[in-house]
């Protein structure tokens, strides 16, 4: 299964813009890059896929490396309601039950 | 509003008392799952559906049942619950198991206690 990897924890300040990476090196040509992200006390929430271009919609942005191997969430002006763990999964095209989530990244937001 | 909807929040239950958490989104969504959250080891899948009367086996399906006799509902069954199964169960949907138009809608969870 491809797998992805990602840091355990970042901070970043209130206002300011935040870069959450993530390392998928085994990504094959048809696996779709989601974000999804989990405030305390909830579900996960989707926040942006993509599969080889960059992406905006009115959450994040998503950039990814042109080999695939990597993407990055960017959430523009960092708010304290933007503090969630957000994971980066792969989802197979002809068989999106295929996702893993991992531990993902625990953001922190400082006023 | 679009939601998945589950039951209930919280539930503390004793060893072998047989329980249903139940789960139902108004999206018209094919695909169905059901995941545990467990400290260190992420959000593991249970069971998923495909559509109704379809289901199948996750990572960790043992001591769980499912049934999906509607579109809608997709109800998690303990028969006989045990204190490792104590832990936040989510539900989540998608409009269909292919293509990349799926994000997953997730319910609020269950926080379920057996003692």
């Known amino acids: 299964d491809a797998k992805t990897t990602q840091p355990n924890s970042m901070e970043s300040n209130e206002e300011e813009p935040v870069h959450l990476p993530c390392n998928h090196s085994?990504?094959?040509?048809?696996?779709?890059i989601h974000w999804y992200r989990q405030l305390p006390s909830q579900g996960p929430e989707y926040v942006i896929h993509?599969?080889?271009s960059n992406v905006n919609n009115r959450m994040a942005s998503l950039a990814i490396a042109e080999d695939r191997k990597s993407s990055t969430l960017i959430l523009h002006r960092a708010t304290l309601r933007d503090a969630a763990v957000y994971y980066c999964?792969?989802?197979?095209?002809?068989?999106?039950?295929?996702?893993?989530f991992g531990a993902g990244t625990r953001l922190t937001v400082k006023p | 509003e679009a939601q998945v909807t589950q039951n209930p929040r919280y539930l503390i239950t004793v060893t072998g008392k047989k329980l249903t958490v139940t789960c139902s989104q108004n999206?018209?969504?094919?695909?169905m799952s059901w995941y545990r959250q467990d400290p260190g080891l992420g959000l593991r899948q249970i069971y998923y559906?495909?559509?109704?009367?379809?289901?199948d086996k996750g990572d960790v399906p043992e001591g769980y049942k499912v049934s999906r006799k509607e579109k809608r509902n997709f109800p998690l069954i303990l028969e006989s619950p045990s204190p490792n199964q104590t832990s936040l169960y989510f539900c989540?949907?998608?409009?269909?198991?292919?293509?990349?138009?799926?994000?997953?809608?997730f319910g609020n969870g269950t926080r379920l206690t057996v003692t």
């Open positions: 989540a949907s998608s409009l269909s198991l292919t293509g990349d138009n799926s994000p997953l809608h």
């Open positions: 085994t990504i094959s040509g048809t696996d779709y």
């Open positions: 993509g599969l080889t």
């Open positions: 999964i792969l989802r197979v095209y002809d068989n999106n039950n295929d996702m893993r």
């Open positions: 999206m018209n969504h094919e695909y």
């Open positions: 559906s495909m559509n109704v009367e379809v289901t």
